[in-house]
């Protein structure tokens, strides 16, 4: 079955410090992977894509995520935690042959510590 | 530019009632979707549209009805409401060209009582 496993519900980290959030997929078809961020009362903002080449994709606010086929991941990094980073973080998997449907994972709650 | 727009963007029904959420996208994107997003379980999709006048289920379709009438419209109807559709609804469309992403409308917060 195709799904995707974000296996931290809540992270608190401390600004300044460094992010990752972990994204895991079961998926059958190669898969397009996206990062959505969304803060309170919001809609969802695209932080980053990949599609293919580079397994290391930069997005914006200084995330970057790497795509590890091997281990089916797609973990989100930032090196420097800023509070207005506050927000829920989603992991998405799709693919080009379903249409644009995408699968989200459980979401991943982050608040940063001052 | 507008983008994707709900409406509306808040709603209180009773049990049994029926109504219609709209979305609305000014981008001629060919694809449209209505998810659901429920706490901790991410947003799971309803129905989706790949191009006027086509509809297809999604992973919840049930107690919900969609129309296509036009490309830039995606409706989503509910008959009779039940407590168990209490959600934030959201909308999203993307181009039919690979390597793009979906954009999403800002959300109708949906309470069934």
């Known amino acids: 079955a195709q799904s995707v496993t974000q296996p931290d519900i809540h992270i608190t980290v401390s600004e300044g410090a460094s992010l990752e959030l972990r994204c895991n997929y079961s998926y059958g078809a190669t898969p397009y992977l996206f990062w959505y961020v969304q803060s309170p009362g919001q809609g969802l903002q695209l932080l980053l894509k990949y599609f293919s080449g580079d397994t290391l994709v930069q997005g914006i606010k200084g995330f970057e995520a790497e795509f590890k086929r091997s281990q089916s991941s797609f973990n989100l990094r930032k090196p420097s935690v800023h509070w207005s980073d506050a927000a829920e973080y989603f992991c998405?998997?799709?693919?080009?042959?379903?249409?644009?449907?995408?699968?989200f994972g459980q979401g991943t709650e982050l608040s940063v510590k001052p | 530019n507008a983008g994707v727009t709900q409406t509306p963007k808040f709603r209180v029904l009773k049990t049994g009632q029926s109504m219609t959420l709209l979305c609305a996208q000014d981008m001629n994107h060919e694809y449209m979707y209505w998810y659901r997003q429920d706490p901790g379980m991410g947003l799971r999709l309803i129905h989706y549209?790949?191009?006027?006048?086509?509809?297809a289920k999604g992973e919840v379709p049930d107690g919900y009805n969609v129309s296509r009438l036009k490309k830039q419209n995606f409706l989503l109807g509910l008959e009779s409401a039940a407590p168990s559709q209490t959600s934030v609804y959201f909308c999203?469309?993307?181009?039919?060209?690979?390597?793009?992403?979906?954009?999403f409308g800002q959300g109708t917060r949906l309470t069934v009582v």
């Open positions: 998405a998997v799709g693919s080009y042959n379903q249409g644009g449907k995408l699968i």
């Open positions: 549209s790949v191009g006027e006048g086509t509809t």
């Open positions: 999203a469309s993307t181009s039919n060209n690979q390597n793009t992403e979906a954009f």
